[in-house]
C-alpha cells in the first residue's frame, strides 16, 4: 500500500485511540471505585445508549473482516455466519435478557448461584467464562494483525506482532482505569462509526450496479470460478458427511452461544431495570439487523468486483476482503479517493477490535474478580479489594490474548469466534436455562452441566482439524486430530444438557424450593432486584 495509505490511516487511528483515551481518563476522574461502577456503569445507562453498546460490542472484527471474507470466497455458505449471528438475538431477547438482569448483580455466575451453593459454582461459571473470552479476544487480534499487514503492504510478522502486542496494552488501559463507564462510551462511539461506514459502502456497491442486487450477484458468481454454485449451499460445508454435519453443528452454535456470551450478559446489568433491558435488546437487534444485511452485499460485492482469487492472494483466510473492496470503490490504488476511503475503512476497523477487545477484557477480568478470586476466599472479597483483582487480571488477560492471537493469526476472525460461541452454547447456556426455568436444578447439576460443556468443547477442539492434520491447522506439521468437525457445537451442546440433568438426578441434594420460588418471583417481576 501506499506512503499515503499509511499515513491518512495512521492518523484516523491515532485520533480515535486519543479521543477513547480522553473518554477513559474523564471517567476515570468521575469514578468512586465500587464495584457497581466498575463492572456496571453505576447501571446509569439508558436504553438507546445501551443497545447501541450491545451492538458496539457484538459487531466485532469478526462481523466486518470475518464474514464479508468468508461470502467473498466462499458465497452462500457464507451466509451462514450473517444469518446465525442475527437470530441469535431472538433467544436473548425471549429467554434471557429480562430473567438475567433481575436475578444477577455483575457476572453469569451470579445468576446461577442465586439459588445453588455459590462457591463450587462460581468457579465453575467463572472458569467457564474466561474461557471463552480469551477464544473470542484471540479473533479480535489475528483481525488487528491482517489489517495492519495489509495497511503497511505486506505480512510482516514484526508489523503484526507489535500491532497485537499494542492492541493488547490499550485494551488494558481502557479496562484498568475507565471500567464499565468508559468500555460503554467507547463501544457507542464505535457502533457509530461503523454502521456509517458499512451504510457508505454499501451505497456505493449497490451503484456500482446501478441498484440491481442480480446483477451484483451473477456478476459474484461468474467471477468466483464455481458459476451458480457459488449461490448455493455446499462451497464451503458440502460434499463429504463431515462438511454437512459441520455446517449444521456451525449453525447451532451461532444461534445458541450469544445468549451465554459473558460480554453479552453483562450489558444487562448495566440499564436501571429489566424494561430498560429488554429494550436495549430491541435497539440492539435493530442495529445488528442493519449491519449483518450490509455483510451480505459488502460480502458478495467483493466477489464481484474485486474476485475470490484476488482477496485470497491478500489474505487466505479472507479477512482483507472489506478493506479491498474500500480501495476499489474509492477510484483504486494510487487515488486520493481510494486511499482516504481504504483509510477510513481500516480506521473503522481498527476501531471496532479496540472496543470489542475492552467490552471482553472487562468481562473475563470480572468473572476472575468477582467469581474466582472472591470464591476462593473464606469471606467474599471488599468491593475495592475485588476491583483491584480485576484491573490486575485484566493484565494477565491480556497477556494470554496476545500470544493466542499470534499463534493463530493464518485463521479466520469469523471462524475463530464460531468456536468461541461452542463453547459458550455448550458451557454457559445450558447451567443458565436450567437456573433460570428447572425448579428440581441442583449444585452439582449446576457444576456438570458446565464442565460437562466446556471440558468436551475445548477438547473436542483440540482434536480437531483446526489444531493439526490439514494444511491450514495451528499446528500443520503435526497430526494428532481424532475428531473430523472443525466446530465441536453438534456434539458440546447436547452434552453440556446433558451433564447438568444427570448431575442433578444423581445429585442427594434436596433443591431448596423456597430460594427458587423467590428466584423465580424476582426474575419475573424484578422484586428484589439490584
Given at each position: ?63 466486518f473482516l470475518g464474514i464479508s471474507g468468508l461470502i467473498a470466497l466462499f458465497g ?455
Amino acid at each position: 500500500m501506499s506512503t499515503g495509505h499509511q499515513t491518512l490511516a495512521l492518523l484516523l487511528f491515532s485520533t480515535f485511540v486519543a479521543v477513547t483515551l480522553g473518554i477513559t481518563t474523564w471517567v476515570s476522574r468521575n469514578r468512586h471505585g465500587s464495584a457497581e461502577e466498575f463492572y456496571a456503569g453505576g447501571r446509569l445507562f439508558s436504553p438507546m445508549e445501551n443497545g447501541f453498546a450491545i451492538a458496539g460490542d457484538y459487531m466485532s472484527a469478526a462481523s466486518f473482516l470475518g464474514i464479508s471474507g468468508l461470502i467473498a470466497l466462499f458465497g452462500y455458505d457464507g451466509l451462514l455466519y450473517s444469518v446465525g449471528f442475527l437470530v441469535a438475538w431472538l433467544v436473548v431477547l425471549f429467554l434471557v435478557a429480562e430473567l438475567v438482569r433481575n436475578v444477577g448483580r455483575f457476572t453469569l455466575a451470579d445468576v446461577v448461584a442465586a439459588r445453588m451453593s455459590e462457591r463450587p459454582v462460581r468457579i465453575a461459571a467463572g472458569s467457564s467464562s474466561v474461557v471463552v473470552s480469551v477464544l473470542y479476544l484471540v479473533a479480535q487480534m489475528v483481525g488487528a494483525g491482517s489489517l495492519v499487514a495489509l495497511l503497511l503492504g505486506g505480512s510482516s510478522p514484526a508489523a503484526r506482532t507489535a500491532t497485537v502486542i499494542g492492541v493488547g496494552a490499550l485494551m488494558v488501559i481502557y479496562v484498568s482505569f475507565g471500567g464499565m463507564r468508559a468500555t460503554t462510551w467507547i463501544q457507542i462511539v464505535k457502533a457509530v462509526l461503523l454502521m456509517g461506514g458499512a451504510v457508505t459502502l454499501t451505497v456505493l456497491v449497490l451503484a456500482r450496479f446501478h441498484g440491481d442486487f442480480g446483477a451484483m450477484l451473477s456478476t459474484a458468481a461468474e467471477r468466483s470460478g464455481h458459476g451458480s454454485r457459488f449461490l448455493g449451499p455446499g462451497l464451503k460445508y458440502g460434499g463429504s458427511w463431515t462438511a454437512r454435519i459441520d455446517f449444521l453443528s456451525l449453525g447451532l452454535a451461532l444461534v445458541l452461544g450469544t445468549a451465554g456470551l459473558p460480554h453479552i450478559l453483562s450489558r444487562f446489568f448495566t440499564v436501571p431495570t429489566a424494561r430498560a433491558a429488554r429494550r436495549s435488546v430491541v435497539w440492539a437487534i435493530g442495529l445488528i439487523g442493519g449491519f449483518y444485511l450490509m455483510t451480505i452485499v459488502l460480502g458478495f460485492g467483493a466477489a464481484a468486483l474485486i474476485g475470490p482469487e484476488e482477496v485470497r492472494a491478500s489474505n487466505a483466510a479472507g479477512n482483507t476482503a472489506v478493506p479491498l473492496l474500500a480501495l476499489l470503490l474509492g477510484g483504486g490504488s494510487g487515488t486520493t479517493g481510494g486511499t482516504v476511503l481504504f483509510a477510513v475503512v481500516a480506521a473503522i476497523a481498527f476501531a471496532t477490535i479496540l472496543a470489542v477487545v475492552a467490552g471482553i477484557t472487562l468481562a473475563s477480568s470480572a468473572s476472575v474478580a468477582h467469581d474466582l478470586y472472591a470464591s476462593l476466599k473464606r469471606k467474599h472479597a471488599r468491593q475495592r479489594s475485588e476491583v483491584t483483582v480485576a484491573r490486575v487480571a485484566a493484565v494477565g488477560i491480556g497477556v494470554v490474548a496476545i500470544g493466542l492471537g499470534l499463534l493463530a493469526q493464518d485463521l479466520n476472525v469469523a471462524f475463530l469466534v464460531g468456536l468461541a460461541f461452542a463453547v459458550s452454547a455448550s458451557a454457559n447456556l445450558p447451567v443458565l436455562l436450567y437456573s433460570l426455568f428447572w425448579r428440581g436444578f441442583t449444585t452439582r447439576g449446576a457444576v456438570w452441566s458446565v464442565y460437562g460443556g466446556l471440558v468436551p468443547a475445548v477438547l473436542l477442539v483440540l482434536l480437531s482439524p483446526v489444531v493439526s492434520g490439514s494444511p491450514e491447522a495451528l499446528f500443520p506439521g503435526v497430526d494428532f486430530q481424532v475428531f473430523p468437525l472443525q466446530n465441536p457445537g453438534i456434539v458440546s451442546i447436547p452434552l453440556g444438557f446433558l451433564a447438568g440433568w444427570i448431575g442433578t438426578v444423581l445429585s442427594g441434594e434436596t433443591p431448596d424450593e423456597a430460594r427458587h420460588a423467590e428466584t423465580e418471583v424476582r426474575s419475573l417481576t424484578g422484586a428484589g432486584a439490584v
